[in-house]
């Protein structure tokens, strides 16, 4: 049973325009979420993050949004520029389990120049 | 600045031979992770060692054993390599508290 659900496999983009990549929850005892991106061949990198308590975490172009009572989560990439095209994992953390990682299937994205 | 640091990097192996990936990291962290990574799915989690000294299975831990030979080094061993264990294999590491892990470039890893 898939806990982080990411249901677009793919998005494509324009360049200077706004990419939202969203991805939704199950389990209610999930308390920090995290966006990673990766480039093929490397690892994923840390991209952004926000706790439980908020509902917005701003850093440069991206920001990420929580909705608790939807379980639901976005990252807006604004603008998009043809160096974000990656694939865009969501991973959340199960404050049962200490710091273990549970992670979405991933959504590739591709800003078109 | 190094980070974590996974070898090697490819790998074939043919079914019923064993394997070690050795995972280093610098950045003092006392959590280390191993994941594997498979086509159209997110990254599992197969085991980890919240501190020197322990270790604990997560979501897929069959077939694989692990040793956290201090606090730099986690490694992940395969005793009887199977097929379904061609995949992509991805250690990280991290600290307590609102701080995200950090990974390393994986192990791409074939099982014939």
């Known amino acids: 049973d898939q806990q982080v659900k990411q249901n677009s496999p793919s998005l494509s983009v324009q360049e200077g325009r706004i990419s939202i990549l969203n991805c939704d929850y199950t389990?209610?005892?999930?308390?920090?979420f995290l966006w990673y991106k990766k480039y093929p061949a490397e690892g994923p990198t840390f991209l952004i993050s926000i706790s439980s308590i908020k509902d917005k975490n701003e850093d440069g172009r991206f920001t990420v949004f929580l909705n608790k009572s939807a379980k639901h989560l976005s990252l807006h990439i604004v603008p998009s520029q043809p160096g974000d095209s990656a694939v865009y994992f969501c991973a959340a953390r199960d404050m049962e389990y200490g710091n273990k990682l549970v992670f979405g299937a991933g959504t590739i994205l591709r800003v078109k120049s | 600045n190094a980070g974590v640091t996974q070898t090697p990097k490819f790998q074939v192996l043919k079914t019923g031979q064993s394997m070690t990936l050795q995972c280093a990291q610098d950045m003092n962290h006392n959590s280390m992770y191993w994941y594997r990574q498979d086509p159209g799915m997110g990254l599992r989690l197969i085991y980890y060692s919240a501190s020197e000294g322990t270790t604990d299975k997560g979501e897929v831990p069959n077939g694989y054993n692990v040793s956290r030979l201090n606090k730099r080094e986690f490694s992940l061993r395969l005793e009887s390599a199977a097929p379904s264990q061609t995949s992509v294999y991805f250690c990280?590491?991290?600290?307590?508290?609102?701080?995200?892990?950090?990974f390393g470039d994986g192990t791409r890893l074939s099982i014939l």
């Open positions: 389990n209610s005892m999930f308390d920090y």
């Open positions: 990280a590491s991290g600290e307590t508290g609102d701080q995200p892990q950090h």
